[in-house]
């Protein structure tokens, strides 16, 4: 199914989850602010919520240094 | 006549009264005279609203006096709208003690700083700590050098670990928030808590300012509404990529003029 993936469409997976999409995408859970559907996930939401055709996801990855 | 503010007091002066004549009749032995934020010669004609302070170089002034003359070269304005601002910083290492110190050299009214770590030597390489501090608390030694710089700011520290259920209550009450962490997982952390708890609040946070690749590739950029982020994004602190001053205190700097920006009611990007 197509999705909007930081702006830009993205073919993934039917019935995938934000953790598999992110596993299949390389980056790790507890370093990404997540945004669905312009609603801010929360850790619990971002391990549990399916994705659906259509969805806008913005995923914005932190590095360590500071 | 004319009204002018001479040293933060109302006066009434003579129209054609020169910056000159003003210090003789007020404060002879002062030796900088300073005009609407601008250091200005002596002959320069008063005019109605002009903001004049003057300075006797070397001498302590007196305490009342101190903030006004502090303040003196400030963009006039600013000083007002700042002085009754109040930033959250999380985090006092290499990011948030340049941060807090760029704000309390510009009068921030508040600060409300947090972090649980104590001052090592390799600290020392970029974060605003001094030798003889090595083993306190960096909340402490903060306010230490802080209220060194300015006396006349409000600290309140915070010696802990910032979570998501402690972070609402320790940064209530602020104008602008900053992430200032070094761990990934914790900058995500926060940052999602924020959004979340305080969206009308705007938040300053940082990805990305290791090593010493070039200073223009270290940006400021708008990711949603009230959520602004600074650095290059992908320069992780490593091993062959170590966090260095200079790096650092640019997206220090980035971060401390984006909510001075934002304290003045403008965009920072």
Known sequence: ?66 | MITILYNENSLALQLGTTLDQLRLQRQPAADLLIVNGFPTPQGYLLQEGDQVIMIQRGLVPQKDQLEALMMARHTPGVHALISKSCVGIAGAGGLGSNIAIALARIGVGELIIADFDLVEPSNLNRQQYFYDQIGLPKVDALKENLQRINPYIKITTFNTRIDRQNLPTIFSDIDVMVEAFDAPDQKAMLTTTHLQCAPDCPLVAASGMAGYAASNSIKTRKIRHNFYLVGDMETAAQPGQGLMAPRVSIAAGHQANAVLRLLLGEEPT
């Open chain 1, 1 to 66: 199914m197509k999705i909007e993936l930081n702006g830009n469409p993205q073919e993934i997976n039917d019935n995938s989850t934000i953790e598999e999409l992110l596993e299949q995408l390389d980056l790790q859970i507890d370093r990404v602010v997540l945004e669905l559907n312009h609603n801010i996930l929360n850790a619990s939401e971002s391990r549990t919520t399916a994705l659906c055709e259509g969805d806008k996801l913005e995923i914005i990855e932190f590095v360590g240094g500071g």
